[in-house]
Nanobody, 124 residues
Framework: QVQLVESGGGLVQAGGSLRLSCAAS????????VGWFRQTPGKEREFVAY????????DYTTSVKGRFTISRDNAKNTVYLQMNSLKPEDAAVYYC?????????????????WGQGTQVTVSS
């Protein structure tokens, strides 16, 4: 099992940047793929970014490509989401999620473990 804690959210003006962190417990973190999802009230949880166990494979939802970058440092048991050129529509609660076996990585149903979420607010 693995436990996840997100941090780094906050208030930022449109065009600004934030870096979210997902800190994980567990000796086998390097065997877990990780996804970032976001959710606003009344809407379904939306896939944002994915990274494979080694970091060798990544993917993003179309709306954030070129602006967001996911990375991981397995030695620190941490996954990051660098968010640049933020837009008001990026505002949401951001969650990281993990599983040791992920096929359809863009589906929240593929992940067993979730953090508590961190709020990102973007002002215009």
């Amino acid at each position: 099992q693995v436990q996840l804690v997100e941090s780094g959210g906050g208030l930022v003006q449109a065009g600004g940047s934030l870096r979210l962190s997902c800190a994980a417990s567990g000796r086998t973190f390097s065997t877990y793929a990780v996804g970032w999802f976001r959710q606003t009230p009344g809407k379904e949880r939306e896939f944002v970014a994915y990274i494979s166990t080694s970091g060798g494979s990544t993917d993003y939802t179309t709306s954030v490509k070129g602006r967001f970058t996911i990375s991981r440092d397995n030695a620190k048991n941490t996954v990051y989401l660098q968010m640049n050129s933020l837009k008001p529509e990026d505002a949401a609660v951001y969650y990281c999620a993990a599983n040791n076996l992920v096929g359809t990585y863009y589906s929240h149903w593929s992940y067993n473990y979730w953090g508590q979420g961190t709020q990102v607010t973007v002002s215009s």
